[in-house]
Nanobody, 111 residues
Framework: QVQLVESGGGLVQAGGSLRLSCVASGTIFSNIGMAWYRQAPRKERELVSV???????RYADSVKGRFTISRDNVQNTVYLQMNSLTPDDTAVYYCYGVGTWGQGTQVTVSP
């Protein structure tokens, strides 16, 4: 059974940074693509970034140049480095892979 566990969320001031982590278990991590999504209050869940098994990355236009997705296939972990955060980035961030969602981690950016 695949499990994804996120961590790293919190409260930060605008302009600050956070790094989210998602540890995967129950799967051959190096073979799978992974993604980060987010859901802000009263909004639909949206794709933030994707990384393929080979390391190819894609980003939503709203985070390009500010967020970086990466993976460590030894630690079975995918990361999301978030810089220059704004209040519009406030959301619950979810890790996704192999048809499975993590529990989410709250990111709150104050003005």
């Amino acid at each position: 059974q695949v499990q994804l566990v996120e961590s790293g969320g919190g409260l930060v001031q605008a302009g600050g940074s956070l790094r989210l982590s998602c540890v995967a278990s129950g799967t051959i991590f190096s073979n799978i693509g992974m993604a980060w999504y987010r859901q802000a209050p009263r909004k639909e869940r949206e794709l933030v970034s994707v990384i393929s098994s080979g390391g190819t990355t894609r980003y939503a236009d709203s985070v390009k140049g500010r967020f970086t997705i990466s993976r460590d296939n030894v630690q079975n972990t995918v990361y999301l480095q978030m810089n220059s955060l704004t209040p519009d980035d406030t959301a619950v961030y979810y890790c996704y892979g192999v048809g499975t969602w993590g529990q989410g981690t709250q990111v709150t950016v104050s003005p």
